[in-house]
């Protein structure tokens, strides 16, 4: 009987060996690489155009970024702000509210005596000059022979008026004083009202008036020649309506404007114009000038010490002539 000896399993051979290990090598370098990428943060890779791949592998394509794109935009400079200035005593005046006035109503000259306006308290004379009602001066009174007003500073020219006076230059200012009426009293207690029609000059000092000779004789005798006296303004109980006068010489290029008989003394003219009401300025001799034919013929805008407006129209350019009219500044 033949006896079997054992079966031994094949060798492998020693090349088959080192491949199987050398797989499972690369194997387990390719599984750690896995898990190293796969344990890696979230980081984005570029590549080469500028797009964006995301770490959970989808993929954002952007535009290959431009040279105008990646040049930095300049900075803004920087915006200095100023303190705020501290205001100034004067500053603090001028940022005051000024009280607004309450206009005076105007009255035409289809109006009466302007009684319509209203009207302000003696003593509130907004426009007034040097001469303000309510007020007593002092001075002297002397006398000159006024004729009959021809040639007069006011330029009124002849008047059957003898009961007027000269203003010194200072109060004249500038012919504001003209037409006014002025109460004169003595020491002695006599008076008279008189109107002021001319100007005396340098040798009057303020205060004084000139009066004529007839004036001057009702408070003293003419021999006394120089007297001290008081004076106020007076605004007439009543009055005729006033008149306006074209100066010799004017046209719709240019004008003179006098204002003739006004119970108050008159603080401005104004003519309207295509832009509006336009103030003329006064002259010494007493009339208001368009030097450039503003609103000559139009209508016109008079105003006195106390404010009231009086409005005048359909006064043509008729030079050197008495334009009566129906209306008249109210009393005070």
């Known amino acids: 009987m033949a006896s079997h000896s054992p079966r ?3 060798r492998r051979s020693p090349l088959r060996r080192r491949g199987v290990l050398a797989g499972a090598a690369a194997a387990a370098v390719v599984l750690v690489i896995s ?49 705020s200035p501290t205001p100034t005593p004067t500053d603090a005046a001028a940022a005051k509210p000024r009280p607004r006035s309450t206009p005076t109503p105007a009255a035409t000259s289809g109006g009466g005596s302007g009684g319509a306006a209203a009207r302000l308290a003696s003593g509130d004379a907004p426009l007034a000059g ?3 009602p309510g007020t007593t001066y002092q001075g002297v009174a002397t006398f000159y022979g006024a004729g009959n007003g021809d040639g007069h500073a006011c330029s009124y020219g002849p008047s059957a008026d003898v009961m007027t006076a000269a203003m010194n230059t200072a109060d004249y200012e500038t012919s504001m004083a003209c037409g006014a009426y002025i109460l004169v009293r003595a020491a002695s207690g006599a008076s008279v009202t008189v109107r002021i029609t001319n100007e005396c000059p340098g040798d009057c000092a303020p205060g004084q008036l000139d009066l004529s000779a007839e004036a001057f004789a009702k408070i003293a005798a003419p021999v006394a020649g120089r007297i001290p006296i008081t004076w106020s303004l ?44 336009v103030r ?34 359909g006064i043509a350019v008729r030079p050197d002539v008495v334009q009566s009219t129906r209306v008249q500044f109210a009393a005070h």
């Open 35 to 83: 898990l190293l990428v796969a344990l890696r943060p979230d980081q984005p890779t570029d590549d080469g155009y500028g797009a964006a791949t995301a770490a959970a592998g989808a993929r954002v394509v952007v535009p290959p970024t431009t040279p105008e794109a990646t040049t930095p935009s300049p900075k803004k400079p920087p915006v200095t702000r100023s303190p």
């Open 280 to 313: 003329l300025a006064r002259t010494e001799y007493n009339y208001f000038l368009s030097e450039q034919g503003s609103g000559c013929g139009g209508s016109i805008r008079i105003s006195d010490i106390y404010g009231e407006q009086l409005t005048l129209d």
């Open 8 to 10: 031994r399993s094949p």
């Open 130 to 132: 040097r001469i303000r």
């Open 234 to 277: 007076l605004s007439p109980a009543t009055a005729e309506p006033l008149s306006i006068r074209y100066k010799t010489g004017s046209s719709q290029y240019w004008c003179g404007i006098q204002v003739i008989g006004h119970r108050n003394p008159l603080a401005r003219l104004e003519v309207r114009t295509g832009s509006g009401w």
